[in-house]
């Protein structure tokens, strides 16, 4: 995705729990995102380099293999940390500065086209992110803030129906959407 927005023109900044290959963007920043301290200084450190973002990808997920009672309470609240706590924090500290300096887009890969009895926890996740974007619609829409998610309903893979280059395109599609067109949730069901 981050090659696809360079390609425009934009600079790209990648977080990551592992700091990720330094070829992957223009500055790459090692961060939980369930260490909420720690994910707000890796924004900021992003922020003082390039300014307010025009565009936020949200890509992390927890994706475990799980059936109701398979786990504590205590390893729910850890999924959903990832799965939408996260894209919380990301968007709280980052979306009003997004709005005053104009707008932009909050973009979340949603994942999970529906509910499954065999991934219970990352289907609630993915549920949290779809009320999440409702909620910053609701929130910082008027004010020019465009949240989706990208629900993909395949294995992403180079030179399948769902190779990264593919769905980079409808991320940025979504991103230039003209305010009178923004859709919310955009299905991704494999390149034609």
């Not at 300014?51 to 293999?65: C, E, L, S, W």
């Not at 991934?119 to 008027?142: E, F, H, I, M, W």
């Amino acid at each position: 995705m981050g090659r696809r927005f360079a390609r425009e023109g934009l600079p790209v900044a990648l977080i990551a729990r592992n700091r990720p290959s330094p070829d992957l963007a223009d500055l790459t920043v090692a961060a939980d995102c369930t260490d909420e301290t720690e994910l707000r200084a890796a924004l900021d450190k992003v922020v003082a380099e390039f300014g307010t973002p025009d565009v936020v990808v949200y890509n992390a997920a927890k994706i475990a293999a799980d059936r109701i009672g398979d786990l504590s309470l205590r390893e729910h609240q850890e999924a959903w940390a990832v799965n939408v706590g996260g894209a919380i924090s990301a968007a709280a500290h980052l979306a009003p500065a997004m709005v005053a300096n104009g707008g932009g887009s909050f973009l979340i890969t949603g994942g999970m086209p529906e509910t499954k009895p065999d991934y219970v926890s990352l289907s609630l996740g993915k549920a949290g992110v779809r009320a999440l974007v409702s909620l910053l619609d609701q929130t910082y829409g008027a004010g020019g803030l465009h949240a989706a998610t990208v629900t993909v309903y395949g294995p992403v893979a180079p030179g399948t129906a769902y190779d990264p280059g593919e769905i980079a395109e409808e991320y940025w599609a979504l991103h230039q959407q003209p305010r009178g067109e923004w859709i919310h949730e955009l299905d991704y069901t494999g390149a034609v």
